[in-house]
């Protein structure tokens, strides 16, 4: 899809049938008086509610309003991705859907990148409206991030962001790596990234939909990220030189008992059955484990110059794009 229009405002959403309509007036005030071109594009996570319901009506009321609706639910990365995809503005703005993120954010955050050349940016929310249990990990895992990608954010996870249109077209979100945009951003060449204080508001409607079990993922697809985004397109830098250095300090191991024992026979000592010591088994050992991590290199070599795309999702409908027909 070309790039034509000034902004694409994308809203992933799972159940928040009640929060849908106050947002899209919201968010046509708040850009309508920018004078922009612009789209907002509504992706239903696969809710179980009347989310979809809401959207269809939304849309046939506000052409600006687009809907694009998964037949179950595949998670905020896959909804960001498949928004990402069918966004046509040349600046992108992500805001989650239940009315925390504020839409009066959106012309400074517009401005960014538009005006003063940045890349991405992303929102801090320095003041949060969320229960201890939910601040206190969020602190943790953004220290980490920081530390791990060598991006001063202070918020990763915030849903607020702004990016150039270009950065959406060429990122790919899959997984659970929607905390790790900026991270998978960076790996794409558009290091120009910037942060911006954001208000945060206390929920409105519904409850979150977010448990303790994400802080573990999100700890673990940071581990993930990190070498992926060091050894993606070098495996065999990893798991070769790994490979080779364990096979190396086998086979030294496995010459030096070799060699003491050929010396003990050679000068008529007595001398230990290579299969008494212990470093003979670490020699043997060392030299599988290292021939193991060279081949993993190899054919991880081989997987990464042929793998598919992972952008594939079920749609159960689609409104307010051109051709294309909503099933309510």
């Known amino acids: 899809m070309s790039t034509d229009l000034d ?7 799972f159940n928040e049938e009640e929060s849908l309509g106050e947002l899209c007036d919201w968010i046509a005030k708040v850009v309508g008086g920018m004078g922009l071109s612009y789209e907002v594009i509504l992706v239903d996570d696969g809710s179980k509610d009347d989310s ?22 595949y998670g905020k990365s896959a909804a960001l991705n498949e928004g990402f995809g069918a966004s046509s503005g040349k600046v992108v703005i ?6 925390q993120d504020s839409p009066e954010e959106i012309p400074d955050l517009y401005k960014m990148i538009k005006d003063d050349g940045f890349d991405l ?20 895992f ?15 996870n915030c849903g607020l962001k702004a990016y150039s249109g270009r950065v959406v077209k060429n990122v790919e979100v899959f997984g659970e790596m929607h905390r790790y945009i900026p991270v998978l951003a960076k790996r794409s060449g558009f290091d120009n990234i910037g942060e911006k204080a954001v208000a945060h508001q206390a929920r409105k409607y519904g409850t979150t939909k977010y448990g ?14 990190s070498f992926v985004s060091r050894f993606s397109k070098r495996p065999m830098h990893f798991f070769g030189a790994w490979g080779t250095l364990v096979f190396i300090f086998g086979f030294i191991a ?3 008992v070799l060699g003491t024992k050929l010396y003990y026979i050679v000068s008529g000592l007595p001398a230990t059955l290579v299969a008494d010591q212990a470093l003979f088994y670490v020699a043997l050992m060392a030299m599988v484990i290292g021939t193991q991590l060279f081949l993993t290199g190899f054919l991880a ?22 051709k294309d027909n909503a099933l309510a």
């Not at 992500?94 to 009315?99: E, F, G, R």
Request: proline share 3%.
């Open 7 to 13: 902004l694409s405002v994308v809203v992933p959403l």
């Open 142 to 156: 953004n220290w980490a991030t920081r530390k791990m990608s060598g991006i001063e954010l202070h918020d990763f």
């Open 94 to 99: 992500t805001m989650d859907a239940d009315l």
């Open 301 to 322: 070599e081989l997987i990464s110059r042929n793998s598919d795309d992972r952008s594939s999702y079920t749609l159960a409908g689609k409104i307010g794009f051109e």
């Open 52 to 73: 979809w319901k809401n959207i269809v009506e939304l849309s046939r009321e506000n052409r600006n309003i687009k809907g694009i609706s998964f037949q179950r639910n």
């Open 254 to 256: 496995a010459a030096w």
């Open 121 to 140: 940016v992303s929102g801090w929310k320095k003041k949060r409206y969320d229960p201890i249990t939910k601040t206190i990990p969020t602190k943790l």
């Open 212 to 225: 303790l079990s994400r802080f573990i993922n999100g700890f673990l697809d940071l581990l993930t990220i």
